[in-house]
């Protein structure tokens, strides 16, 4: 549909932040190239669109580069303006959608790999408590932004489902792999809803990586972490 | 019990030294918006700021028909977006979308890049300062290419990336000091873009006096116990 248009994205399948550009053009209907990036060592296209951060997801449209997942997920919402809005229409709205979105990355997420470096039970249960604080601001958020639609977005998936829900695969990860109840149907009725509901989004299922894959490159990726944390 | 906030209109919950808080002030007078302006003294927080910020805790906060909007970069995009060309103003954000997506990535790089390495320089010692002082200047080189032959970031319009770095211009002195380096002669071009800002009524007003900065940063040091 767009193939004029040429629009690409250079990433990797195990990024949640190349799933929210991915997300972001299937919600508005928009054909793109899946370039893989082959990441170590970093290709050429990447170094060359990412000279500030050589990170992925880099989005091309027009021969332009644009970096930085929610930047791009913005420009997406910003340059297909006729198909599924992303951002609220509301300024209010989108100034609490945009502070939910740098929450999750900033302050909750950043928690969960510290659960899985945790060395001792203590660590791990005050990691715990702020995962489970976390969750339940969000569980309220939800309730907040969603305004009694199925989504943060309301009636439709917006901002801060794909922020939120593109860590979702890394969070059944962290419980799989940790044995810790993070998105309790009992503690966060619906978040725990929400994240089936995601999951199950066509825009999301199909850049969605499947969850044994996931736990292998989780398990792998843990153990060159520590590996690199004890040598220090 | 100083949490009385008003129905209408907007108020401003910052603290005179924070760049952030700063942002928010250039943006308002921008615009031509009338609005109360209220100190923070980060020692001893307000009632009020703890409750409107919950989360962080942090200023600025600003707060629109008693509704608050936290985080300054948001807080600057929820101004630009409910007062657009205001009286004339110009908006902060240019109007195509990759034009815009580059003016968030600048904004965005400065909160990480320049506030990171600007506090280790009063932070640190030895290697880390040396470390941080390496990254400081880098950034802002990049920076200042980024700015090129323009009278502002913006282009010929005063903008989002102008308001999101001249509001650090306060601290300059502060990181030539701590960081020992004379930012005038690293970095002309951009000494010459912060010159132009405050000729601007909004970034005059907004800016506190440098010494003052460090005066701060003094107490503050000594608050914390940091050599």
Known sequence: ?232 | MGSDLPEKGLVLLSSWPSMFGIRGVIALEEKGLEYEYREEHLGNKSATLLRLNPIHKKVPVLVHDGRPICESLIILQYIDETWPGADGAPCFLPADPFARSQARFWADFIDKKVYDAGTRLWKMKGEEHAEAKKEFIESMKLLEGELGEKPYFGGETFGFVDIALVSYACWFHTYDVTGGLNMEAELPKLMAWVKRCKERESVSKALPDPLKIYDFLLSLKKRYGIE
């Open chain 1, 1 to 232: 549909m767009a193939e004029s248009e040429d629009v690409k994205v250079l990433g990797a399948w195990p990024s949640p932040f190349v799933m929210r550009a991915r997300i972001a053009l299937n919600l508005k209907k928009v054909d793109y190239e899946f370039i893989a990036e082959t990441m170590h060592p970093k290709s050429e296209l990447l170094l060359k669109s990412n000279p500030v951060y050589k990170k992925i997801p880099v989005l091309f449209h027009k021969g332009n580069p644009i970096c930085e997942s929610l930047i791009i997920v913005q420009y997406i919402d910003e340059t297909w303006t006729s198909v599924h809005p992303i951002l609220p229409a509301d300024p209010y709205d989108r100034a609490i959608a945009r502070f939910w979105a740098v929450y999750i990355d900033d302050k909750w997420n950043p928690r969960m790999r510290e659960y899985n470096m945790a060395n001792t039970d203590e660590e791990r249960a005050a990691v715990a408590e702020q995962i489970f604080a976390g969750a339940k601001l969000l569980e309220e958020a939800f309730q907040t932004c969603g305004k009694g639609g199925k989504w943060f977005g309301g009636d439709a998936v917006g901002y801060v489902d794909i922020v939120l829900g593109s860590w979702l695969g890394w969070i059944r990860v962290t419980e799989k792999m940790s044995g810790l109840k993070i998105l309790d149907g009992d503690k966060f009725p619906q978040l725990a809803a929400w994240a089936d509901r995601v999951c199950a989004e066509e825009a999301v299922k199909s850049v969605m990586p499947e969850i044994n894959k996931m736990l292998e490159f989780g398990a792998t990726m843990m153990a060159r972490l520590k590996a690199a944390s004890s040598a220090k």
